[in-house]
């Protein structure tokens, strides 16, 4: 996909978001598609965010299968012929010709204890119709506190049209960063990015004395206090 950008076009009122889906990041998830934003309406005055108004739809499995669809919600034409909306559109126009394209990317979990390996992977699937060549697959986790990669895997990939394949690898941390790590999937063609998609990745320690919830005097109770799962 196009990479993200802080351009801004204007556009009219009475804008429609698009409902929000989960998207592509993190591997071995099973999900059948991709919904990935390519458009964010902001608020003027405070740049607050708004909703996805432009977003790619991705089908990997029936129905529709293979599918790929760009869909964006300003119904005023005159949004569309604005130069920026023309050269973002004829990006996304070349990418959904080419095909070649991340089905998901990142690590098998979000959360792990200190000691558990982490799996890490992508699938890549070609969309198009010619053959998908001089494909890269580079998976990198990324120490947050200094922005230092501390893991790298790099696999040449050829695909068919139609066609999809797997990248895994193992990372096994030796020392956790304190400040947690960022996991890197990308797909490179030429040696160039074409596609990319990150999401962070935690360590979490159990803590030495923990305070359990006991169940008394019919009900509920942690260091003292009433505790309830909700309210």
Known sequence: MPTATNEVVQAGPGLLA?????QAAGFNQERGWRWQPLLSARDVASAEYRG????LVAQFEPPGHSGLRALFTP???AFYRQEQMKG????????????AMLAEGGSEFFTVFEHQPVRLGARVVNLGRGDATNLTVLLTVV??????????????VVLPPGG????EAVWNPTNWPAGGCTVAAQLLAGGRVVDELFHELNCWQPPLAPAFVEARDGGLWQAGQPWKAQG
């Open 164 to 167: 999809q394949t797997v990248v």
């Open 75 to 77: 119904s005023d034409a």
């Open 88 to 99: 973002w559109l004829r990006q996304v126009a070349r990418r959904m010709r080419d095909g």
């Open 143 to 156: 120490e947050q506190q200094h922005s230092a990669a501390v893991y790298r895997h790099r696999q040449e």
């Open 18 to 22: 698009l409902h929000p889906r989960p």
């Open 52 to 55: 996805a108004v432009g977003a």
